[in-house]
């Protein structure tokens, strides 16, 4: 069984200051794991994955994920935030169940970007 | 390039009503998914289909009927519409659906409401 866990429902940073959306997962296996970002009234959109080559990973946008196995934890990061920005954002966990792949998505991260 | 293509955008049904989301993709992917999308609930998995010609249930399939058509299209249809299904319904579609590590890419989802 696998489990992903979203801490914070809401985040709210001024544009311009750092952005740390956190996700803690568990898996019985060695996982690949994934951010989503959701723009309002559209799909969602890959924003960058880990799988095992790097623990540092860089997306699209400015952002990076750190996977750090000790804390199951994969954090979302940018250094500086743009109110384009102002998004859904979801946690993925990807891992074997009964022999074949499954997804569980976080509850979501809404970001809000103050001007 | 369209991707993912969903239709309608939006829809109201009446309880029993029934109807059918479209779903196409145009990238000549293998697999094929349903999601809905509620508030603080993440994604959950309606139907997948692996492969043209196989259809398989996910998380919450109750109240759900799939078809996949041909290697673009999959279709999802409510039978008899309830308001527990009013929710945000997106299409995705991903090239194999075996690899731990391969992204999915989404539709801009229906939203339905149900009376």
């Known amino acids: 069984a696998q489990s992903v866990t979203q801490l914070d429902s809401h985040v709210s940073v001024s544009e311009g200051t750092p952005v740390l959306l956190r996700c803690n997962y568990s898996s019985s296996y060695s996982p690949s794991l994934f951010w989503y970002v959701q723009h309002p009234n559209k799909g969602l959109q890959l924003l960058l994955k880990y799988t095992s080559a790097a623990t540092l990973v860089k997306g699209i946008n400015g952002f990076e994920a750190e996977f750090k196995k000790s804390e199951t934890s994969f954090h979302l990061t940018k250094p500086s935030a743009h109110m384009s920005d102002a998004a859904e954002y979801f946690c993925?966990?990807?891992?074997?169940?009964?022999?074949?792949?499954?997804?569980?998505f976080g509850s979501g991260t809404r970001l809000q970007v103050q001007p | 390039n369209a991707g993912v293509t969903q239709t309608p955008k939006f829809q109201v049904l009446k309880t029993g009503q029934s109807m059918t989301l479209q779903c196409a993709q145009d990238?000549?992917?293998?697999?094929m998914y349903w999601y809905r999308q509620d508030p603080g609930m993440g994604l959950r998995l309606i139907y997948y289909s692996a492969s043209e010609g196989t259809t398989d249930k996910g998380e919450v399939p109750n109240g759900y009927n799939v078809s996949r058509l041909n290697k673009r299209e999959f279709s999802l249809r409510l039978e008899s519409a309830a308001p527990s299904q009013t929710s945000v319904y997106f299409c995705?579609?991903?090239?194999?659906?075996?690899?731990?590590?391969?992204?999915?890419?989404f539709g801009s989802g229906t939203q339905l409401s149900v009376l």
């Open positions: 995705a579609s991903s090239e194999a659906g075996g690899a731990l590590d391969e992204k999915l890419f």
């Open positions: 990238m000549n992917h293998n697999s």
């Open positions: 993925v966990v990807s891992s074997w169940d009964t022999g074949r792949r499954a997804l569980t």
